[in-house]
């Protein structure tokens, strides 16, 4: 009965642990990136960067979004998936050092280690979501997408307040994301020590997967989708300020406006996996999810800042449907852990590499039509090629069928 009793109270200790491990890598992948936007024009005139050096340090990290996520698929199995997450969050953590270290070139270096350490994050959590809660794939995933829009949202709102408490401007906004990163390195390593302490509880590694996703047409459906919803995303999150800032609001109204897209994507992300989980197909989720993110296009065309808030509440929405069903497609349209991991990894490659180009795109356009028109005309037409995919991602089809 004892060792019964032990064995029970250890397994609630280590899915305690699993849990905490899920909200603190989520945290860390999502307000490295956002947190630059609004202290942008104070790194500008700091380090007197251009337009496009500007734009380099959201697509940066994108970049190596794309140019990683496979790689780090494939090697996946090389070592366990938490392990794997504590490599992810020293890189990040060396990256982020480098960022505030204040030269031009640290901060693209800094840039480069961020992206690569929320790479690994991206690709592997959803494997480990599948590995440690197989019942509760919904609910942890809707967490995983919480904490990482709740963090964000932070770092949206009180980016620029964060430099004045610390006395440091920017370097502070930005620096102060270490911390998060070190308690989900403590959090890991906590973990790993549990797991040889009790080596009956922890979770099987993955497995070694032959199947060739790259072959699967349903793969590259949930590839686009997930590139050109998070093409949108980043378009947001770089340029906002900016377009609005020209559009006659002041600059700390504008992080506050991306707080409000961050705080409404937050119950979104919670409930939307949890009831999409139990959806067959999800189709009528993508009709809202384009029909939003199209009209809050056209608001910006026809009202500009007018309304701003309304605006801002429907891409906190659309965006936050959009991403938990991306996360989401990786676990129900899979079979096991490791091609759960590897769809992520194609998915998060293809995807990254759509949406690294879209902060640049929209920015060069910005140049050609001040007006930014033709900034928002290219967004729409990416939300039209967006729905085609996001159709046949929905269908109750797994990449391996």
Not at 73 to 86: A, D, E, G, Q, Y
Not at 295 to 322: D, P
Not at 345 to 371: E, N, R, T
Not at 374 to 394: D, E, H, N, Q, T
Request: include cysteine.
């Amino acid at each position: 009965m004892m060792k019964n009793e032990t064995r029970k109270n250890a397994s609630y200790v280590l899915m305690l642990i699993n849990v905490l491990v899920v909200i603190l890598v989520s945290s860390n992948l999502r307000s490295p990136i956002i947190s630059v936007s609004p202290v942008l024009s104070e790194i500008r005139n700091t380090l007197k960067l251009d337009s496009f050096q500007v734009s380099l340090l959201t697509s940066i990290p994108l970049f190596m979004f794309a140019t990683c996520s496979v790689l780090v698929s494939r090697f996946s199995h090389k070592f366990s998936i938490s392990r794997f997450l504590m490599y992810s969050l020293i890189i990040l953590s060396f990256g982020l050092f480098l960022r505030i270290t204040g030269s031009l070139w640290m901060l693209f270096a800094g840039s480069v280690f961020i992206g690569l350490g929320i790479c690994i994050g991206n690709v592997v959590t959803p494997g480990y979501i599948k590995n440690n809660f197989p019942k509760q794939i919904g609910l942890m995933t809707g967490i995983f997408a919480v904490s990482m829009n709740l963090t964000a949202a932070l770092a949206s709102g009180f980016s620029v307040k964060i430099g004045e408490w610390t006395g440091f401007g920017w370097r502070g906004s930005l620096g102060i994301w270490l911390v998060i990163a070190g308690l989900g390195l403590f959090v890991l390593i906590l973990e790993l020590i549990f797991n040889k302490k009790n080596p009956g509880q922890s979770k099987a590694a993955l497995t070694v997967s032959d199947f060739n996703m790259f072959k699967s047409a349903q793969a590259w459906n949930i590839s686009i989708f997930m590139g050109l919803q998070s093409l949108f995303y980043y378009c947001m999150m770089a340029w906002l300020p900016s377009f609005l800032t020209d559009y006659n609001m002041q600059g700390e109204s504008t992080g506050w406006v991306l707080f409000v897209i961050q705080i409404t994507m937050i119950p979104v992300t919670f409930c939307a996996p949890i009831i999409a989980g139990k959806m067959k197909d999800q189709r009528i989720l993508i009709v809202l999810i384009c029909t939003l993110m199209f009209g809050s296009t056209m608001m910006f065309v026809w009202l500009q800042s007018q309304w701003i808030y309304a605006n801002a509440v429907i891409i906190g929405l659309s965006n936050g449907l959009s991403f938990s069903l991306s996360i989401l497609f990786f676990s129900t349209r899979t079979k096991n852990s490791a091609n759960a991991v590897k769809i992520s990894g194609m998915a998060q490659s293809i995807g990254y590499l759509i949406a690294a180009f879209g902060p640049p795109v929209f920015g060069k356009l910005h140049d050609w039509d001040v007006s930014w028109k033709s900034s928002f005309y290219f967004l729409s037409f990416a939300v039209l090629v967006m729905f085609y995919f996001g159709m046949k991602a929905a269908r109750n089809q797994c990449v391996e069928d």
